[in-house]
């Protein structure tokens, strides 16, 4: 794997997220991104990728919430206008930033991946559903997504809302599926627990 062009990548992202990122932005910074990248990596090694598809994952994976430092809606489209910029310069292979840009562009929700390297990358990008730290995850996206509402939303209409992405959210890669999905389902069963007891609270 070309190291150097995932080190150029890696400490660019870096410093561009950490000196750029909205404050308001409490969940997608620096920290979301290197978690995005870890993630990658593992999925990529699980579902066999060759080196260098692996590296063009992962450069979507640095890449992909760049355009959260602009706007909230149709950043993906932010973000593949510096990945194009910054892997030109770099002379990186013209082919290559076409199936990166196609990775990116294939995580906005709803998610229609069509090739491994989206289909790794969207599962990259919401691997939080199948873990243990989702709910430590969905607390930071919340105060996040109440700064740009501009007011705070009940618990019950918050649970309403995440029942309903992670009911709406599937994995695409084998490895995902094997690892991820009995998680998923464990963090569902409790959010919609917490939901019952809400609803029977105010009842």
């Known amino acids: 794997m070309q190291k150097s062009y995932l ?14 990122t909205p404050i308001e932005n409490f969940y997608h910074n620096v920290n979301h991104t290197e978690e995005v990248v870890k993630s990658a990596i593992e999925i990529g090694i699980g579902e066999k990728l060759s080196e260098y598809e692996l590296e063009m994952v992962l450069i979507a994976a640095w890449f992909l919430d760049v355009g959260y430092i602009e706007k909230t809606d149709g950043h993906e489209k932010v973000s593949v206008k510096y990945a194009k910029k910054f892997l030109t310069k770099l002379h990186y292979p013209s082919n290559k930033i076409k199936i990166i840009v196609g990775a990116i562009l294939a995580t906005k929700i709803p998610q229609k991946p069509k090739n491994k390297f989206e289909k790794t990358l969207c599962d990259a990008d919401v ?27 009940s618990e019950r209409d918050w649970l309403i809302k995440t029942i309903d992405f992670v009911i709406n959210q599937n994995f695409h890669t084998d490895y995902a599926k094997r690892n991820f999905n009995d998680q998923k389902k464990e963090n569902l069963r409790i959010l919609n627990e917490q939901l019952q007891q809400i609803t029977n609270n105010t009842d």
């Open 7 to 20: 080190n150029s990548v890696g400490d660019y992202v870096s410093s561009l997220l950490t000196t750029r």
């Open 127 to 153: 691997f939080h559903l199948g873990k243990e730290t989702f709910f430590d995850r969905n607390d930071k996206y919340r105060v996040e997504f109440e700064n740009y509402l501009g007011h705070k939303l």
